[in-house]
């Protein structure tokens, strides 16, 4: 038998991970779905025209990295109750087993479920006010930007689950904190070397953002090249394969 991954017992490791944890999860859907609903019926209500894609695909993002990054935070909670913790370690599975159906549970069914829940209930939402000489069209998952923002959440899955398993207590809130708190380093460090490089105030740069400053008393914007959004891309797949495996390895280091 291999004793890294074997079929039949990543299997059973499947089975057991949802038997035990299905009431957290159906709660946990519950709550999605009745923020959704409360949050969409809202702008239906309040806009007088329909929900247009920007507005559609807004609300799919924010919800998305919010609601995935916090069940993502939670995935490995067992391992923050001792009892919990010593049954959780001393199974007999691998420990990349383990981690492969937190990630399967934390990213896939979850994005998987909730664009289900999205589109049900935003045809529900759509379908209980009507306008008048209006189109309203649906925004396609398949199509752009949503690949884009699935990449996103891709880097925002990694680093919520390296939280969840490097944090012993208060999982997301460490984790949101060291995220702010790594942007804010990583401005100031990148608005600090393009002054250096052009010799002149900008205003603070994100890396892989624009460069802003103000000259001959207007606003000045210098825009990367479209060739480098793929580079940026590439980027952050990297960098999301980096938090994984080194969550993975955090968790092999985990001890009774």
């Not at 924010?62 to 939670?74: A, E, H």
């Not at 702010?180 to 393009?194: A, E, G």
């Not at 952050?236 to 001890?255: D, G, M, N, P, T």
């Amino acid at each position: 038998m291999n004793n890294m991954f074997n079929t039949k017992r990543f299997s059973l490791l499947f089975i057991k991970q949802l038997t035990e944890h299905y009431k957290t999860y159906l709660m946990s859907l519950t709550v999605l779905l009745g923020v959704m609903l409360v949050g969409g019926s809202f702008f239906v209500y309040l806009i007088p025209a329909p929900i247009d894609l920007s507005m559609q695909t807004l609300m799919f993002s924010t919800i998305y990295f919010l609601s995935g990054t916090i069940f993502t935070s939670i995935i490995f909670a067992d391992l923050s109750d001792k009892k919990k913790a010593i049954g959780y370690l001393t199974l007999p599975a691998s420990h990349f087993e383990k981690f492969i159906i937190a990630w399967l549970f934390s990213y896939v069914i979850f994005s998987l479920v909730y664009t289900g829940c999205f589109y049900l209930i935003l045809m529900l939402l759509l379908s209980l006010k009507h306008w008048p000489n209006q189109h309203v069209e649906v925004f396609n998952v398949f199509r752009e930007p949503m690949t884009l923002l699935f990449i996103v959440f891709t880097l925002l899955h990694s680093i919520s689950m390296w939280g969840a398993i490097f944090f012993e207590k208060l999982h997301f809130i460490k984790t949101a904190f060291c995220f702010f708190i790594s942007i804010v380093v990583l401005t100031l460090m990148n608005t600090w070397f393009i002054e250096i490089l052009i010799k002149r105030e900008v205003r603070p740069a994100t890396p892989f953002s624009n460069i802003m400053f103000f000259e001959n008393n207007r606003n000045v914007t210098v825009a990367g090249i479209r060739q480098n959004d793929v580079l940026v891309i590439y980027i952050i797949v990297f960098a999301s394969l980096i938090l994984w495996a080194a969550s993975y390895y955090r968790l092999k280091e985990k001890q009774v």
